[in-house]
C-alpha cells in the first residue's frame, strides 16, 4: 500500500518569504513522488517530480522539493513567495517497484500568500 | 503545446441517468488515467488504460466503465447516476506506463447530479 500525508490544511505566508509545504509518504518500494498545484476550477498542473538521482529537485516556477529518505519527507518549497503562487498543492506518490501506475494523492494544502 | 482536452466541461444529470466522459491525451500519449475528486477532496484513481487495454483499477463503482479507443482517447460511462456522483472528473495522460513518470492532467468535467 502507499499513502501520502499532507498534515497542513492551510498555509499562509508572507510575499517575499520562504515559503514550504509539507508531505511524509508510505510506500512498500521505491518512493516516486510529484507535486500538482491547483488553481480554482483548473485542472492539476505538475510542478515537480523525484524518480532518483539527486534529493533536491527543481521545478516549475521556482519551486523544489527535497527528498528525504530518512524521514520519509518530500517537503515542497520555494525562496520567495508570490501571491500568484496561491493556489491548491497536492503531493502524490507511487510505488515504482509495483506495476500499479495510479497516483496517490494527499488531502491537498491550500497555500494562501498575502502582500 | 498540446494539453490533454475533455468534453464536456461541465454537465447536470438527473439521478438515475446516463453520462459519457471523453478524454483526448496529449498527442503520441498511449496512457490513460481517469480521477474523481469530490467537492474538497483530493482526487481518487478510478481506472487506467495502456495502448487501449485496462492497465489498473482503482474506486471506480460497478456502475461505471470505460475504454480506451483505437485513436487512444477515452471515455468514461457512467449509469444510474446518484447524488454522491457530483464531481470534478479528471483525465490524465502519460507517455508509457514506465518511459515517462508524470501525468499531464486535463481541465476537469465538472459533473453535477440533481
Redesign the interface.
Known sequence: AQSVAQPEDQVNVAEGNPLTVKCTYSVSGNP?L?W?VQYP??????LL?Y?TGDNLVKGSYGFEAEFNKSQTSFHLKKPSALVSDSALY?CAV?DGSN??????????TSLLVTP | AAG?IQSPRHLIKEKRETATLKCYPIPRHD?V?W?QQGPG?????LI?F?EKMQ??K?SIPDRFSAQQFSDYHSELNMSSLELGDSALY?C?S?LG?GKS????????T?LTVL
Open positions: 516516486y510529484f500538482y476550477n483548473r485542472g492539476l498542473q505538475f517530480k524518480i497536492f507511487r506495476s500499479g501506475y495510479a497516483l496517490n494523492f494527499g488531502k491537498g | 490533454v496512457t488515467y480521477y477532496q483530493d482526487p481518487q484513481f487506467s495502456y492497465s489498473d482503482g479528471f490524465a502519460s506506463q513518470y508524470e501525468q499531464f492532467f486535463g481541465p476537469g465538472r
